[in-house]
């Protein structure tokens, strides 16, 4: 089965400050990885995903993530974050092969400090 | 617009009570999934439907059951054998499993009077 382990429960960051939110998975076959955030009181919103090809994968509102599978891990990054960027964001994996639904981790808290 | 309509925004259930949550979807996805949201603990699955007429148990069924009558509806009820129901419950469909990005309604939160 597969899981994902966020590392930070919360991450308290200043205005335009970089951030990295960690993320690593546990499968023992090959696996597509997602991001997600969800703002107060709404659903979520894919962010990124990485399903193959480059390791480095861009996503919305500036985030962008790195695969890496010798450590298993899947950080997204954002450069300068925004006060507008305050959410809980969500780790998210599946199995490449066979159709089984979305293994979510347990989110980080990302806050942005004025 | 297309989208995942998700009622109510609040319920409140009493002891011994079965309520259902609503989720409906205008996507012409074939896919439609509930998760659990609880403080800390991420989103837990419930339910999930690849199809009309077949849903398959999540990793927390106990308590709950679904039905996919229609591929737009996918309705939650949450029964009395559920102990511990007060919680955000998110409705996601897809166009079918895999790869494919999930679309999330904007939750119910339940409460137990």
């Known amino acids: 089965a597969q899981s994902v382990t966020q590392l930070d429960s919360q991450v308290p960051v200043f205005e335009e400050a970089p951030v990295e939110l960690r993320c690593n998975y546990s499968?023992?076959?090959?696996?597509?990885l997602f991001w997600y955030v969800q703002y107060p009181n709404q659903g979520l919103q894919l962010l990124l995903k990485y399903l193959s090809g480059s390791t480095l994968v861009k996503g919305i509102n500036g985030f962008e993530a790195e695969f890496n599978k010798s450590q298993t891990s899947f950080h997204l990054r954002k450069p300068s974050v925004h006060i507008s960027d305050t959410a809980e964001y969500f780790c998210?994996?599946?199995?490449?092969?066979?159709?089984?639904?979305?293994?979510f981790g347990k989110g980080t808290r990302l806050s942005v400090i004025a | 617009d297309g989208g995942i309509t998700q009622s109510p925004k609040y319920l409140f259930r009493k002891e011994g009570q079965n309520v259902t949550l609503s989720c409906e979807q205008n996507?012409?996805?074939?896919?439609m999934y509930w998760y659990r949201q609880d403080p800390g603990q991420g989103l837990r699955l419930i339910y999930y439907s690849q199809i009309v007429n077949d849903f398959q148990k999540g990793d927390i069924a106990e308590g709950y059951s679904v039905s996919r009558e229609k591929k737009e509806s996918f309705p939650l009820t949450v029964t009395s054998a559920q102990k511990n129901p007060t919680a955000f419950y998110l409705c996601?469909?897809?166009?079918?499993?895999?790869?494919?990005?999930?679309?999330f309604g904007s939750g119910t939160q339940l409460s137990v009077l």
């Open positions: 499968s023992s076959v090959s696996v597509y």
């Open positions: 996507l012409n996805h074939d896919a």
């Open positions: 996601a469909s897809s166009k079918g499993q895999g790869t494919e990005k999930l679309f």
């Open positions: 998210a994996v599946i199995r490449n092969s066979g159709n089984t639904p979305l293994v």
